[in-house]
């Protein structure tokens, strides 16, 4: 198995700067090229929604990638994160009035994030695909409406899952997590590295 081999092309299917800087600080040099597919989704189980998905970009940005590069060996990551509070599963704000009931519904409570990852290779002896999943538990401290009310007003909810940033302005209202912190920013970068590893190119 040994080391990431660090010739090797790396794809990274999200604009998400949060992916980009998790990758950094692993060492992972890449190249990111936004998915632009039209997501579907099967299922409302939360852990094979965000599989679904981040299979479903990295294939589409693997299938603009081959194209351009036919003769070049590279992987392709797609990731997708979703919070999911009891069986409702919570994607990225549409309004502020959104981020209001989503916040609602998470704090003085414990929920879960999972971030599904695909790992699609092109390799000599053609496509490799691994797609796993990470789960986290994430407890908030109870919050006043006005407290809800001032962090929407920050912007910050509005282009994250569940309307919140653990990394940004939220962090105050963190109770504890249970589980992988990366995962909820949205990338399990040690086992992303560690299932790089396992790919033969």
């Known amino acids: 198995m040994g080391r990431w081999k660090q010739n090797i092309t790396v794809v990274l299917a999200s604009a998400s700067p949060r992916r980009t800087e998790l990758l950094g600080q692993a060492g992972i040099r890449h190249v990111v090229i936004p998915s632009s597919c039209e997501e579907t989704i099967s299922s409302v189980v939360p852990e094979e929604v965000v599989m679904e998905l981040s299979a479903q970009k990295a294939e589409d940005v693997y299938a603009g990638y081959e194209k351009e590069h036919p003769d070049e060996e590279f992987v392709v990551i797609g990731a997708d994160t979703v919070v999911a509070s009891g069986k409702e599963i919570l994607g990225k704000p549409k309004s502020e009035e959104d981020a209001y009931h989503m916040i609602s519904l998470l704090q003085n409570r414990t929920h879960q994030v999972y971030t599904g990852v695909t790992l699609l290779a092109k390799t000599n002896e053609g496509q490799k695909k691994n797609t796993f999943f990470e789960c986290s538990h994430v407890a908030v401290y109870p919050m006043e409406e006005e407290e809800i009310r001032d962090y929407i007003g920050t912007g910050e ?15 105050i209202y963190i109770r504890g997590i249970e589980g992988d912190y990366n995962n909820i920013v949205g990338l399990p970068i040690a086992r992303v590295y560690q ?4 790919i033969e190119i």
């Open 195 to 198: 299932e790089l590893k396992k």
């Open 157 to 171: 909810p509005m282009d994250k899952a569940g309307a919140y940033g653990i990394q940004g302005g939220f962090a």
